[in-house]
Nanobody, 120 residues
Framework: QEKLVESGGGLVQPGGSLRLSCAASGSPFSIRTMAWYRQAPGKERELVAAINSFDNTNYADSVKGRFTISRDNAKNTMYLQMNSLKPEDTAVYSC??????????????WGQGTQVTVSS
């Protein structure tokens, strides 16, 4: 059982920056992949960035070169550094952890989300 709590969202002007955090309360040894998703009103949820236990990363084309995903294993926390923000980045950003256990079961866990609004 993982509990994920996001923080760091807010209102910024175009071109500004935000740093999102996701704190996980479960065992870090169970987590295979952590990721950030986002969903704007009336649109489908989309994958923004992901990072696995080898620190391999993957980004949506729309955020490459602007966003950076990272993790701090000691703090069991994942981050998303968001630079050069655009109005199109406005969405609720949610943290996801994919975890597998010794009984051969795997689950996706979700945080409640944090609002990011990019507007002048």
């Amino acid at each position: 059982q993982e509990k994920l709590v996001e923080s760091g969202g807010g209102l910024v002007q175009p071109g500004g920056s935000l740093r999102l955090s996701c704190a996980a309360s479960g065992s870090p040894f169970s987590i295979r992949t952590m990721a950030w998703y986002r969903q704007a009103p009336g649109k489908e949820r989309e994958l923004v960035a992901a990072i696995n236990s080898f620190d391999n990363t993957n980004y949506a084309d729309s955020v490459k070169g602007r966003f950076t995903i990272s993790r701090d294993n000691a703090k069991n926390t994942m981050y998303l550094q968001m630079n050069s923000l655009k109005p199109e980045d406005t969405a609720v950003y949610s943290c996801n952890a994919y975890s597998c256990y010794s009984d051969n079961t795997c689950y996706h866990y979700w945080g409640q989300g944090t609002q990011v609004t990019v507007s002048s």
